[in-house]
């Protein structure tokens, strides 16, 4: 389920700072093993927080994940 | 007996520089407007010599990952810590300076958990969920420096679809009405959030409002006519960005039939703030 895979992502970028740091040194290495389509997989690679709430990532967390938010 | 000797709603983000950044000197004035009118309402709130206040708020996906979503929790234990967020962004921003850790009324909460197996609600609780600025931003700016009563956190949801009904949540309060009232405290009431914001819950609408509908809701309360507010449904509040008044329907629920006075009310691009206050018999 997309949904769930693309919100515990953001919610894991939020909460866990050293997984946080390994997206933000190499997206596309962090994200192995993710059940992710490639459509949400290359909006996370892209920091695409718009792209990624269309795609239902929750509002709340793409505007908060640190470094990451969008305002 | 017990009594509800305050009831209050007000926004949940008080925090005139987080207004500032959103929307400019405009927000720093509103928002440092409508905190001055909810600590007042603080104020009456503490004259009550209140044993309890009951928080009735939304988890902005902090207190609860994808583990579970309850519809309705409610908050026991003894303590609750503030959520601590490292390099805190936006709404999350203004809880770093806040107190860490704050007391529950654990008997109060369990009255409402046990009782509600029978009067039809098989609500969840938690031990362990933090609160984050929704609970505490109006909690701090109704009290200042002054002492902090036992808190009852309880959360709705409010974003996580499916969410309860309007009129689950008026059902709801309605229960806690009678959980208090069978009690020996004197208890204080809030719901946080809103007015309406961020419209389906969508980023490029993000600086969007309902002014209409904030103001026909205000106009129900006002009048004291809560069948229409019960027959809210949850799309309209989603497709108006009103997610978070599912919280004021659990407090209509809780002092029905009173009426409301508004003691703020003003708009900004990005959110309609508000604080409203109930006339209790």
């Known amino acids: 389920m997309s949904r769930y895979a693309v919100n515990s ?59 990451l938010a969008a305002h | 007996m017990g009594k509800i000797v305050f009831a209050g709603a007000m926004s949940h983000v008080l925090d005139p520089d987080y207004y500032q950044r959103a929307c400019g000197d405009d927000g720093r004035q509103k928002v440092t407007a409508c905190m001055a009118e909810i600590a007042r309402m603080g104020e009456r709130f503490t004259a009550t010599r209140p044993d309890a206040l009951i928080v ?20 026991i234990g003894r303590t609750v810590p503030r959520m601590k967020q490292d390099h805190a962004e936006a709404f999350d921003a203004v809880l770093d300076h806040m107190p860490d850790e704050y007391p529950l009324h654990e008997d109060l909460a369990n009255q409402i958990l046990e009782k509600g197996l029978d009067a039809g609600f098989d609500l969840a609780m938690s031990w362990e969920a933090p609160v984050d600025h929704a609970f505490l931003s109006p909690v701090n700016t109704m009290h200042g420096t002054r002492p902090i ?50 419209p ?14 904030d103001r026909k809701l205000i106009h129900w309360m006002e009048a004291g006519e809560h069948e229409p507010l019960r027959n ?8 108006t960005g009103e997610h978070e008044f599912l919280n004021w329907m659990v407090l209509l629920g809780a002092v029905t039939p009173a009426r409301a006075q508004v003691r703020y009310f003003g708009e900004l691009p990005r959110i309609n703030l508000a604080a409203v206050e109930w006339s209790l018999p």
């Open chain 2, 200 to 213: 389906e819950l969508s980023l490029p609408r993000v600086g969007e409002t309902d002014t209409v509908f």
């Open chain 2, 56 to 75: 009735v708020a939304d988890d902005h996906l902090n207190a609860f990952s994808f583990n579970a979503v309850p519809a309705l929790c409610v908050r």
């Open chain 2, 149 to 198: 009563p036992p808190l009852v956190p309880i959360w709705v949801n409010s974003f996580v679809a499916p969410q309860p009904t309007p009129r689950r949540c008026f059902d709801f309060g309605r229960h806690i009405a009678r959980v208090v009232a069978a009690g020996p405290w004197k208890v204080g009431i809030i719901a946080t959030g809103g007015l309406s914001h961020f």
């Open chain 1, 9 to 67: 992502l953001l919610y894991r970028l939020k909460k866990d700072q050293d997984f946080r740091a390994r997206f933000e040194a190499d997206a596309r290495a962090a994200l192995v093993g993710f059940d992710l389509t490639d459509a949400e997989r290359a909006a996370f690679v892209a920091r695409d927080m718009r792209k990624i709430n269309e795609l239902g990532g929750y509002l709340h967390l793409v505007m908060s994940v640190p470094g």
């Open chain 2, 232 to 239: 809210l449904g949850v799309d309209e509040l989603h497709k």
